[in-house]
């Protein structure tokens, strides 16, 4: 009969919450609560630090992009800077600018 009174009792103090002040874990509250700020912490710093992961792996892809870009201006830059590629675009688009005939005349 007493064991039944005891596990009556048990299974009241669980249903209402009471088990845990029967046990004496509210002195040890402030721990558990610490345990879990730590544990939401570290969760937090995982989340942060997988966010920055993706933006750099989508910059670098970027930046990859950028540089055959790049490559690509520099080249057509490059061609360009000839005098015959200048006179036959000029030529092209009817203009009067020429080469000049003889070299400049140094002022004193």
């Not at 080469?99 to 004193?108: C, G, S, T």
């Amino acid at each position: 009969m007493k064991e039944n009174i005891s596990a009556i009792k048990i299974l009241k103090s669980i249903i209402s919450g009471d088990i845990l002040l029967v046990m004496g874990v509210h002195r040890l509250f402030p721990y558990i609560l610490y345990i879990f700020i730590l544990g939401w912490i570290s969760i937090w710093m995982s989340y942060k630090a997988e966010q920055t992961m993706t933006l750099v792996e989508a910059n670098k892809k970027e930046l990859e992009t950028l540089k055959i870009h790049h490559a690509q201006k520099t080249c057509e830059y490059v061609g360009l800077d000839r005098i015959s590629t200048i006179e036959a675009m000029l030529i092209e688009k009817d203009s009067k600018v020429k080469a000049p005939e003889k070299p400049a005349v140094i002022l004193r």
